[in-house]
Structure formats: C-alpha cells, structure tokens
C-alpha cells in the first residue's frame, strides 16, 4: 500500500488525505490537477466551503542520519517518509575547503603575525553539520503543514542519557564525569554496535551482552571500575559465539582474525557520536518546531514500549509513528518516501580536472527555463529522470537512475518536479 495523498481545494485550503485509488478518479474525471509530485499533493478546482477535517499529528522520530516523519488521522498510520541527512558531507567539505583556504594563504602571502582570536560564536551556535538536521526538520515540518490538517507535533526528545544508567543516584555536576547518562545498557549497546553479532555479523536474532575481557579474568562491568572502562567492555554477541568464546581472552579467541580483533577493540572505545548528535539538536528542534505548531514530546524508551506492544518491525517511520501515547495503530501505508539531502550544489564556475586547470564554464543561472537537477518526464517514453541543460543546445543530457545518461530535445521532456536539494525514492 502507497501513502496517502494530500489535498488541497482551489483556494490552497488542506483537506482530509485521501487513498490513492480516490486521488487517480478524481484526477481521471478532470476534477483536480497534480499539484506537487513530492509530498505528492493534488489540487481540486473546486472550492470547499465548510470542509469536515479529521485533525493529523505529525509524529517525528530524529536521528543522527536518518529522521523517520509519519502523520497519523484517528490511529492510522496515512502517510510517512524517511529522511537521510547529509550531516557527514558537510563536515567533510567544510574541513577541505579549510585544508585549501590554508594552503593557499600560506603560498601566496607574505609573512604576518597570528590575529588575535576575538571571533565569537553567537549564543545557541552549532557546528553546521548538525545545523543542517534542524532545519531540514523544519522544512519538511512545514511543507506538511502547508497541504495537511495537522494540528499537533509529536516528537521523541530523550533517547540518550549518557550517565545516569552506571548510578541512578548522580546528579548534579556528577554529569560532567563520563560516557553515558540514563540510557540502557542494553539500548546503548544496540545502538554502538549496529543491532549485530560482534563476531559473526548476524543480524535479526538474539542477542547476549557479552564481556570482551572475561570477568572471570578481571573484566569490568558494573562493579568499582571507571565509567568508561565498564562500557567499553561490553559488546553484543549471539549464543553460539558467546558459547564458543567462553571466559578466553579475546585475544586468543580472534587470534586467526586479526582484522576483526583491532575493529572490535576500536569500536569498543569509541563514543556513541550518533547519540551526541542527537543529544545536541534535540531542544532546538523543539524550540523551532513550536513557532509551527503546538509540540509535544516522548521517550525513547516509550517508542520501543508502543513499538513492542503492537508487534511493528523497526523502521524509522514506524518508529515515528509510535512516538507517545499510543494505544492503536493501523498501518495503512507500507511504502514511505525516502528523501535524500543532496544540497542545492556548489557556487564553482569552473569545472576542474585532477590537475586543477578548468576544462568548462559552469553557468549559474537557469539555461531555457531548466536547472541542473531537475525532475522531468520523457514524453517518449514515460519514465522519469534528472535533466542537465546545455546552453548552447535545444538537447539536454537525461538520465534515468540505473540508466545511462541519453541526450534527448527540449520539446520530449516534461518537468515535473524542480530541484529543491532533495532525491526521492520509495522503499521496496
């Protein structure tokens, strides 16, 4: 079953979703148009005077790298979207326009004394990379508002403690000294080690918390050591490695597999950056979502109760959908949109090669009314694909994805879709 379609009558006035099946024989008999592919949206030509609405909540589920958005009218589940920030690529282009930046000064400047370091940070100021999660959040949050009766926003806040679960009793400036506060072990440890076996890689069976320095030997867990040492000498295994490891040093168990040994003991150490992540957009997505529409917020723990009880897989949509109090949940939808942050593409005029000399002009401006990225139907054929215009040329490059990319006239080509910064697909 596809989502649900949004409805707008002639005066631009969110209606009720409708089913699929309802939008293809409204659109069949000419009484309304596409508005919008993504969220796919019609348009009725007619104006609906005293319209009956049944109220949505947009339920929201955040995540480091992809946030689940779900809208749910009297307990169904009508529509929902998974959307993959770009967070990593941004630090990665920042940190090598910064390499460049450096090296060009030191090339072609003459000596000067360090500048004194009076550049403040405005208050409330995160580093771009989490920046881009909060206003993604925003834009989609208010599309949805522009095309659906929604009314409320519901969105899971406290998902990571990092401390509190080593000492109940912490408090205080207690919280500056460690690695988790009020998280689960066994949540913590999903989430670290990618709801899979240490040793193997098996996924979707149970899991053991498993000590990689025996305790039998000396290996901490939850007794005197420090905070980190206890953590970081967890991992999650299946029955049949657990079994097979016994109280051997993990040293001599993956002594064949050296690779796995250091990726294990790497990882064991590392933060949980994607909790951090979290952690620190949380209350200012708040903070902007409220200035939309009411907010209301849920647990971490809370979603995987109501997730649990109703017996649903886990996917960041569902997971939306079950933020809060939730008492039923009819799924009436299992395709959602899956929506990519690309970026609105670089401001270089000129394209390089690996030597750094340019081989062509990028013009910035619209070409015939059409830019790089947009989504256009071929009329030949019927199959949608991205178009990049030339300037000096009536055909433009057209490529399909899993395709290779074809030339095809101006004249077959349909825009359905403008380039907001986004891909979308559909899951399977």
């Known amino acids: 079953m596809q ?12 209606l009720n979703p409708i089913s699929p099946k309802k939008a293809r024989r409204l659109l069949d008999k000419g009484k309304a148009a596409v508005f919008r592919m993504y ?18 909540q947009i339920k929201i589920d955040p995540g480091s790298k992809v946030t689940g958005f779900a809208l749910v009218q009297d307990d169904q589940v009508i529509w929902g979207m998974e959307l993959e920030h770009r967070g990593g690529l941004i630090k990665k282009k920042l940190e090598s326009r910064s390499g460049v930046r450096g090296g060009r ?14 550049r403040k940070r405005p208050e409330g100021w995160i580093p771009p990379s989490l920046e881009h999660r909060v206003l993604t959040i925003e834009t989609w949050v208010r599309r949805l508002t522009k095309f659906c009766p929604v009314n409320e926003i519901w969105i899971e806040i406290v998902k990571f403690d990092t401390q509190k679960m080593q000492d109940p009793e912490i408090n205080g400036v207690e919280y500056q000294q460690g690695e988790l506060a009020g998280y689960e072990v066994r949540e913590y440890l999903l989430e670290k080690w990618g709801r899979e076996c ?28 420090t905070l980190r040492e206890r953590v ?86 569902i997971d939306a959908a079950c933020v809060g109090d939730v008492e ?41 009314g059409w830019s790089s990225g947009d989504i256009a139907k071929n009329l030949l054929t019927g199959e949608f694909g991205r178009v990049n215009p030339r300037s000096k040329s009536n055909s433009f490059n057209y490529t399909v994805p899993g395709k290779k990319a074809i030339s095809l006239h101006v004249k077959n080509l349909l825009r359905v879709h403008r380039k907001d910064g986004y891909t979308y697909g559909f899951s399977r």
């Open 105 to 118: 000064r030191n090339r072609n400047t003459r000596y000067r004394k360090p500048r004194f370091l009076n």
């Open 198 to 225: 240490a040793y193997c890689g098996k996924q979707n069976i149970p899991l053991q918390i498993e000590h990689i320095h025996p305790k039998s030997k000396g290996g901490s867990d939850s007794a005197k050591p």
């Open 232 to 317: 970081s000498n967890l991992c999650l295994a299946c029955e049949k490695c657990n079994q097979r490891k016994g109280n051997r040093p993990i040293e001599e168990f993956l002594k064949k597999k050296p690779d796995l040994l250091q990726k294990i003991k790497n990882k064991a150490l590392s933060p949980l950056r994607d909790a951090a992540a979290v952690n620190t957009t949380r209350n200012k997505v708040v903070k902007v979502l409220k200035e939309i529409k009411p907010v209301l917020t849920g647990t971490g723990a809370q979603t995987k109760y109501n997730r649990t009880k109703l017996g649903l897989p886990k996917q960041h949509w």
């Open 328 to 368: 039923a949940l009819v799924l009436r939808t299992y395709q959602p949109l899956v929506v990519t942050c690309k970026g609105q593409g670089g401001r270089q005029k000129a394209a390089l090669n690996k030597y750094g000399y340019p081989i062509r002009h990028n013009p910035l401006k619209p070409i015939k």
């Open 3 to 14: 989502n649900y379609v949004l409805v707008i009558d002639t005066d631009k006035q969110p």
């Open 39 to 56: 969220p796919f949206t019609i348009i009725l030509k007619a104006a609906i005077a005293n319209p009956t609405i049944s109220p949505c």
